[in-house]
């Protein structure tokens, strides 16, 4: 006992030497720089924070809530991820829906939902730019830009190579390769992942139940990079990347929510259990291949910078059981459960067929004696084609009963510039300003009718083609308060181009959503002190969003709409911090406070369309002659007013090793899930925390580690179905694992 006693006082002992904060180096203005001095809201996790919110075969939804005022769900499994930053995003689920927020990977935009969804791994950090990005990276930034950066090759010989195992069948294997070719200027690095997890999930249907039915995925991804230097003057750098998945979409569990409770789950309600009629038809699989080739050429005192980019969802179906349950009461196709039974059967699959992503920038940039310019030329061209089918969930073999088909071709096109005004040591003044084209062709037709059975046939072809010129800018001063204390200010204007939602399953009309503009005010703080172990953050912001872009989904239907509200105002604030006690001890930590509030006084949607059938929700908002409810002065769905995060590490040098203990935590306050304020479709908040425990052998390449996710084992929504029955959507099971990991250089 007095051995462990003194091993413990070993362990935990704080240490008279402080630890430096290492700088962070961002580049949200396209250039290097230290986000100390970058006039912006900048969230920013490194790759251990990264890599460890994804252990246990997370996906990017692991990232949820664990910087200030980023949200992340999805209701199309590891595919087709939904961004929130500052309460603004959209919870359109179709293959052709844009969003508020921008996702780029290694410097290219990926623009569709489904190639958003492009696995992390060997991830060297994660920016969040925090706010409209309209000049630097153009139309839908409205609300801000997720930017992951991979490692790039080095010039020298290194290997990783990581393995998890974990609950629930749980494998993941990473490797990556760094070579310097002998007498070259050729460096090369390889990446791969794989992952996956095996089927968790009973299938609990009368005369259908199997065990370990569902929730099951394996995911491959690889990255080669070449960095080429032919000249003094110029480099190339080559990213060929490709994913293949097969997996589970979203599990649907109907009639999970209490009738009349605030979000609560009814009683007996289990995660690990859900009856479905077609559970063997739920299933998922997405092919994605792509080529960047990044070049960058010296003039004299200038830089020539050529971004291209080539990706393609090769291939990709997903079809699930949306009901969620079996049988259809509305059908009189009985038993129908779980109980109250299900009043009509839904299922539905997405195909993403010939889609291709094609951009290109190419920029000038420079310095006039301290000041930083930057002009440039941007072009984005997309064409894909959705398939949207539905099928009889009830009888097998399930056949085919309604069929759509949806083109759209989408041309964009950008002049940008920026300059320094003023670059002095203790302040400095930069403006920008961009002006944006886009247009779309969209074509959509149904050629067979759910409803048939009605008398409701095809429609089509409906051809819409929206186009707009827009000019987004952005104006920022930072200056210099104290030694290591910088304070700014930023007014900028975004965009987001027309959208179009084209899904005739259940629907006649096209809608059309038309350019939304944000102006955004936010002013901050950003302070290094005691002697560099401090690194402490602060904005507060307000932006006012005109015909803010938002989808209508459900209700009394299984349809979509896109509309525009006259006006979304929001404002909020955000704090973040990095602290090292001493050479042993890291804490981190984030708060934001986001407020959001449609504006329109005209503005009504349907409420949820069991109430009319089996079990409805209770609709608190006011309600019109026609049925419909008032949703003025609602919040934002998907959108919590508060997000809290810390994480704490340890680390020690002991005789035998390095060892390390780690945890970190995110939680977020309640959240809806409707335009339309109810008591059911709600979560009133979640609290996900991990834990790492590692230990590197003294004089080893060898590091071993015990991990756990979701260490509470919360069970909170993530999103719900209103239009059939009181169905919810939920995040991730508690996991755990053991990770081997190998370094050599």
């Not at 049925?627 to 769905?637: A, M, R, S």
Request: glycine letters at 10%; proline letters at 4%.
């Amino acid at each position: 006992m007095r051995h462990l006693i003194t091993l413990l006082l070993l362990l935990f002992s704080f240490s008279a030497i402080p630890q430096v904060l290492e700088e962070i180096v961002v580049t949200a203005k396209k250039r290097n720089q230290s986000i100390q001095d970058v006039g912006m809201s900048v969230g920013v996790m490194l790759d251990e924070d990264i890599d460890q919110a994804l252990q246990g075969g997370i996906d990017v939804l692991g990232l949820a809530n664990r910087l200030p005022s980023l949200h992340i769900e999805s209701s199309n499994g590891r595919l087709a991820p939904r961004f929130y930053v500052r309460g603004m995003g959209n919870v359109d689920f179709d293959l052709n829906a844009s969003q508020p927020i921008s996702f780029i990977y290694d410097d290219v935009i990926l623009e569709n939902p489904a190639a958003k969804s492009f696995p992390l791994f060997d991830i060297e950090r994660l920016e969040l730019l925090r706010g409209p990005q309209g000049t630097l990276f153009g139309r839908n930034t409205t609300g801000g830009i997720l930017k992951f950066d991979s490692r790039k090759p080095a010039p020298h010989s290194s290997s990783e190579f990581r393995l998890s195992l974990g609950a629930r069948d749980h494998l993941r294997a990473d490797m990556a390769l760094n070579r310097p070719l002998n007498d070259s200027n050729i460096n090369v690095r390889f990446a791969f992942m794989a992952n996956s997890i095996g089927d968790w999930i009973d299938n609990t249907t009368p005369q259908r139940e199997v065990s370990d039915a569902l929730g099951g995925f394996e995911d491959y991804a690889f990255r080669l990079l070449l960095d080429v230097q032919p000249t003094e003057k110029t480099n190339v750098l080559l990213n060929l990347h490709g994913r293949a998945l097969d997996g589970t979409p979203t599990i649907f569990y109907a009639n999970a929510i209490r009738p009349g409770s605030e979000g609560e789950f009814v009683d007996g309600f289990s995660r690990d259990k859900v009856s479905l009629d077609a559970f063997d038809q739920h299933f998922q699989e997405s092919k994605q291949l792509g080529l960047f080739a990044t070049v960058k050429h010296t003039l004299g005192g200038m830089s020539l910078v050529s971004i291209s980019g080539i990706h393609s969802v090769l291939d990709q179906i997903s079809r699930g059981d949306v009901d969620g349950g079996y049988g259809s009461v509305f059908g009189g196709i009985l038993p129908s459960g779980p109980g109250p039974g299900i009043p009509f059967d839904a299922q539905t699959a997405d195909t993403l067929d010939n889609h291709l992503q094609i951009t290109q920038e190419l920029r000038l940039e420079g310095k006039v004696g301290s000041r930083h310019w930057l002009v440039g030329f941007y072009a984005f061209l997309e064409d894909l084609e959705i398939e949207t089918y539905n099928f009889d969930s009830v009888f097998v073999p399930h056949t085919l009963n309604g069929y759509v088909n949806q083109v759209q071709d989408t041309r964009a096109f950008a002049l940008f510039g920026t300059i320094d005004l003023i670059s002095q040591e203790d302040w400095d003044v930069s403006a920008g300003i961009r002006l944006s084209s886009d247009s779309k062709d969209f074509t959509a037709i149904r050629t067979q009718s759910p409803l048939s059975f009605l008398g409701i046939e095809g429609i089509g072809p409906i051809s819409v083609s929206p186009s707009d010129t827009v000019m987004t800018w952005d104006v920022s001063a930072n200056t210099k308060i104290s030694e290591g204390v910088n304070g700014y200010v930023r007014v900028a204007r975004g965009h987001r181009a027309p959208s179009i939602q084209g899904r005739l399953l259940f629907q006649d009309t096209v809608s059309v959503g038309d350019t939304e503009s944000n102006l955004s005010v936010e002013v901050g703080a950003k302070a290094l002190t005691l002697d560099n172990r401090l690194r402490l953050h602060a904005a507060l912001y307000n932006y006012r969003v005109d015909n803010f872009q938002i989808t209508k989904i459900g209700g009394v239907a299984n349809v979509s709409e896109l509309i525009n509200v006259a006006t979304l105002v929001g404002s909020g604030t955000e704090i973040e911090f990095d602290w090292f006690l001493n050479e042993s001890w890291l804490v981190t930590g984030g708060l934001s406070l986001n407020f959001t509030e449609l504006s329109d006084s005209d503005l009504s949607v349907n409420g949820c369309g069991s109430a009319s059938l089996l079990s409805g929700c209770t609709v608190t908002d006011p309600q019109l002659p026609n049925g419909e409810y008032l949703i003025d002065g609602n919040n934002l769905y998907n959108s919590p007013e508060r997000i809290v995060n810390f994480s704490v590490r340890y680390e020690k040098a002991l005789e035998i090793g390095d060892f390390e203990v780690a945890t970190d935590w995110a939680m977020r306050s309640a959240l809806r899930f409707t335009l339309y304020e109810s008591l059911e479709y709600r979560d009133d908040g979640a609290i996900e925390g991990g834990a790492r425990v590692g230990i590197q052998l003294t004089g080893s390449r060898h590091r071993v580690s015990f991990f756990v996710r979701n260490i509470l084992n919360d069970e909170s929504m993530i999103g719900s179905i209103d239009f059939n029955n009181l169905t919810s959507m939920l995040n991730a099971p508690r996991t755990w694992g053991i990770e081997y990991k190998h370094l050599a250089r």
